[in-house]
């Protein structure tokens, strides 16, 4: 892929990664990442101290898939919605077939009295590659600045 | 247009909608509509339930700008300014001639001692076509999360 | 450059400008601009009224140099994160071989213990030009809507 092509298909691959999550529709979201992707929650702090304490890991897909079930059941008594914001997208092809793709994001979660407060702000620093015809996550970490949040860990970010 | 042309007249009709709004051209913003466009403002959970209960509804434009000049007097007496910014864009052409335009929303007030404030976060689900040279919208919907704010319906989102 | 070549140019150039402010690399953000750049915050108020009042000038890079060489003595007291959303990026060329940069921004900020809050919103209005192979930034104007943090001045926008 071209640079402008490539730039579209990540930023495409934000929007639907976004939209997905935010419509609660955990299970398409899922589609977006290959059979061996990590996801990992970060702190900003112990990425830049080098310190590798992570405030979640799922080390690949089937425990990502586990979490959205136990996601499925939580959601009975937790219920908001979450608005993603993405800005500032970035997208290098490696020579390994690798596509690093970063971003900015703000999550804003309104609760069921349509209070909205800003949740979670942060940076994506992924990987993805092509499988098939698609652009798809393999290396999910999510570096937040928020980290105070008690209900943090409740919703894939 | 081939999808990257329509991604980016797409991005471009909702930066300027965020900008004429933001810097209080209403009747500038007004020319983005279609002479039948209709605009709706919905809480996320009616749309969910199916329910067809807007906070806010005009019919076509001729409602919209009896609305923009009731709001250029109210104005004299709610004065605030917005800042908008709106990220993942989809653009989807069908074949009617439509263009489907999507994105995410956050809307920051900012009063007249400077503190500026959460005001309203959710998804805009628009219909655009093209008229003459331009794309512009016939279907606005603003499907809000945040619909606990007494001043939500004063201004346009 | 044509016009989505443009545009691709100065969103990439709006990702820079955040990414290196938000990770406190603060002397290559230095490298975004020509030597002659002036950088200065006004409330957006000022803008309205034909004010010509700032809120903070440099008034070439000299003076921003000196200003971050400052913030790196000041930062040891004042520890926090950013997180700059950019959204609306609008480039127009000039006969002059200028090009018109504009977008709205808001600014998340994080303590030490992990909690986020709006710090400011407002809009670049900015002019660039190419210097070698680069497009960099020879007139950064930020004009705030947020004006009441106290704190405001102490870090770049």
């Not at 690949?60 to 908001?80: C, G, M, V």
């Not at 098939?132 to 860990?153: A, E, M, N, Q, Y």
């Amino acid at each position: 892929m071209n640079p402008a092509d490539l730039f579209q298909t990540a930023t495409e691959l934000m929007a639907d990664y976004a939209e997905l999550l935010d419509a609660d529709r955990l299970e398409e979201w899922l589609d977006l990442f290959t059979e061996d992707a990590t996801y990992d929650v970060v702190p900003r702090e112990n990425v830049e101290q080098g310190l590798a304490v992570s405030l979640m890991v799922c080390a690949n897909k089937a425990q990502l898939r586990d979490r959205i079930t136990a996601l499925r059941q939580a959601n009975e008594y937790n219920l908001h919605y979450d608005c993603h914001l993405v800005s500032g997208v970035r997208a290098r092809a490696t020579d390994e077939g690798i596509v690093q793709v970063s971003a900015n994001y703000a999550v804003f979660q309104t609760n069921l009295e349509g209070q909205s407060r800003l949740f979670s702000v942060g940076r994506y620093q992924d990987c993805a590659r092509v499988v098939g015809s698609r652009l798809l996550l393999c290396k999910k970490r999510v570096i937040v600045d928020t980290f105070s949040v008690p209900t943090l860990l409740a919703t894939p970010l």
